[in-house]
Nanobody, 125 residues
Framework: QLRLVEFGGDLVQPGGSLRLSCKAPGFNLDSYAIGWFRQAPGEEREGVSCVSVTRGTNYTEAVKGRFTISRDNRKNIVYLQMNNLKPEDTAVYYC???????????????????WGQGTQVTVSS
């Protein structure tokens, strides 16, 4: 059974950096596109970024140039490197998996069937 675990969330000052990680213990993610999503208090969940099985990437406009998604299939882990963080990046961040073997593309609106429990990112001085 695919289970996703996120870690790396923390309190960071504006302009700082964090790297979030998403792992699937004992499960092979090679055939899954992986997305990162976030939800701030009182707001709807929004897609942040995704990486396809062939490492194609997609980003929401608000994080382009600041966030980088990557995957290491050998280690079965997906990263979200977040630089130049802003207070508006404060949210619970979730990773999610979408069965999508062979596709070079991903979007944050495709169906993601498996979700992690989330990790809190707080950007504040």
């Amino acid at each position: 059974q695919l289970r996703l675990v996120e870690f790396g969330g923390d309190l960071v000052q504006p302009g700082g950096s964090l790297r979030l990680s998403c792992k699937a213990p004992g499960f092979n993610l090679d055939s899954y596109a992986i997305g990162w999503f976030r939800q701030a208090p009182g707001e709807e969940r929004e897609g942040v970024s995704c990486v396809s099985v062939t490492r194609g990437t997609n980003y929401t406009e608000a994080v382009k140039g600041r966030f980088t998604i990557s995957r290491d299939n050998r280690k079965n882990i997906v990263y979200l490197q977040m630089n130049n963080l802003k207070p508006e990046d404060t949210a619970v961040y979730y990773c999610a998996a979408s069965w999508n073997p062979g596709s070079p593309f991903c979007t944050m609106t495709q169906t993601y069937s498996k979700w992690g429990q989330g990790t809190q990112v707080t950007v504040s001085s």
